[in-house]
Nanobody, 124 residues
Framework: QMQLVESGGGTVLAGDALRLACTGS????????IAWFRQAPGKEREFVAY????????IYHKSVEGRFTVSRDNYKNTAWLAMTDLAPADTAVYYCAVGFYISHHDQEGEYNFWGRGTQVTVSA
């Protein structure tokens, strides 16, 4: 069973940037799709970004498009979510997830393994 560990969260001011990392425990990480989701207090978890196993296909939620960038390095078993121009509405716990067969990239049920999350807090 793959283990995923997110890192890079923290507390920042509006307009600042952060880069989150997601590291997988084995080489299978390089052959599967990765997504980032987030869950704000009192809200359901929502899709943020998706990246194909090859790194060539990327999809973003409209609320982060142009501000967030997803990337990966399969040799390092690591994916990143670079976030810029952060706003208080981006405050949430951010999770990475991986899935073998993804038909609907924004659906939680498509993903097989999840990390425990990293907190991002953006102050006005």
């Amino acid at each position: 069973q793959m283990q995923l560990v997110e890192s890079g969260g923290g507390t920042v001011l509006a307009g600042d940037a952060l880069r989150l990392a997601c590291t997988g425990s084995d080489q299978t990480f390089g052959n599967i799709a990765i997504a980032w989701f987030r869950q704000a207090p009192g809200k359901e978890r929502e899709f943020v970004a998706y990246i194909h196993w090859s790194g060539s296909g990327k999809i973003y939620h409209k609320s982060v498009e142009g501000r967030f960038t997803v990337s990966r390095d399969n040799y390092k078993n690591t994916a990143w979510l670079a976030m810029t121009d952060l706003a208080p509405a981006d405050t949430a716990v951010y999770y990475c997830a991986v899935g073998f067969y993804i038909s609907h990239h924004d659906q939680e049920g498509e993903y097989n393994f999840w990390g425990r999350g990293t907190q991002v807090t953006v102050s006005a």
